[in-house]
């Protein structure tokens, strides 16, 4: 597994690792064979407020700034090539909302940006929350990574 990480002014190496580590566990919890999971490539960007603002817009239509935006290359991991790269998705965090959050919340900045690195690697993965039920399996699945890699609540 490879993950870039660009634009990390701001973002600890402590963050950097729990988020490497929260998508390891996740990839092979979710069934990736040992030939994807060595495949897989992720893109993490980290953005401010104004600049996810116009992503958000450009292409969901709205025109206001989010917390994370996911872009996944396949529906699901049905559709991953057999062989050549696996390019999962691009994820793009807003470290300016993130800080917002975790103090709303009472939580720690670090957590709050692994939180929503979880939340976009389970949508690069076919996840959803459109609905009350799929919304219900999604947070369990976030806070079980969570909670594995020690960052609970």
Partial sequence: MNITFSKKCGVTPSIISAMTKAAEILLKE?????????????????????????????????????????????????????????????????????????EEYGHTYKREMVYLFVHSMLHLLGYDHEDKEDKKTMRKREEEIMKEIGIER
Avoid at 46 to 65: A, H, M, P
Avoid at 78 to 100: C, R, S, T
């Fill in 30 to 102: 979710e069934g990736l064979t040992d030939d994807e999971f060595n495949r897989a490539e992720i893109s993490v960007t980290f953005l401010k407020s104004d600049k996810i603002q116009k992503l958000n817009y450009e292409y969901r239509g709205k025109d206001k700034s989010t917390d994370v935006l996911s872009f996944p290359m396949y529906e699901s991991p049905d559709d991953f090539p057999e062989e050549g790269e696996l390019q999962l998705g691009d994820v793009v965090i807003n470290k300016e909302q993130a800080q917002v959050q975790a």
